[in-house]
């Protein structure tokens, strides 16, 4: 079993910043989890990639992020940030952090993030 909690969204103007956390916590070692990735789902839209590592490959990027956004983690894979950058009102949406361990998807519950003057 695997939870995760999602944190660090809000309120920001264009061209500001924000930086997502997500604790991953549950019966894991770090080989177990194969992928963790951030998505985001705006009102009515569906739930879409924004960014993911898997293995250690280099991190994958949506086009309309590449450049702005960066997704890391910690050695253990307790931990997956986005630091989103030059954030845009079409950034607009409900962040989800997604982790897969041996097949199985878990998600969290969302954090906000909203890009408004």
């Known amino acids: 079993q695997v939870q995760l909690v999602e944190s660090g969204g809000g309120l920001v103007q264009p061209g500001g910043s924000l930086r997502l956390s997500c604790a991953v916590s549950g019966d894991t070692i770090p080989s177990q989890i194969t992928k963790m990735a951030w998505y985001r789902q705006a009102p009515g839209k569906q739930r879409e990639l924004v960014a993911s590592i898997i293995g250690g490959e280099s991190p994958n990027y949506q086009d309309s992020v590449k450049g702005r956004f960066t997704i890391s983690r910690d050695n253990a894979r307790t931990r997956v940030y986005l630091q989103m950058d030059t954030l845009k009102p079409e950034d607009t949406a409900v962040y989800y952090c997604?982790?897969?361990?041996?097949?199985?998807?878990?998600w969290g519950q969302g954090t906000q993030v909203t890009v408004s003057s």
């Open positions: 997604n982790v897969v361990r041996y097949g199985y998807t878990f």
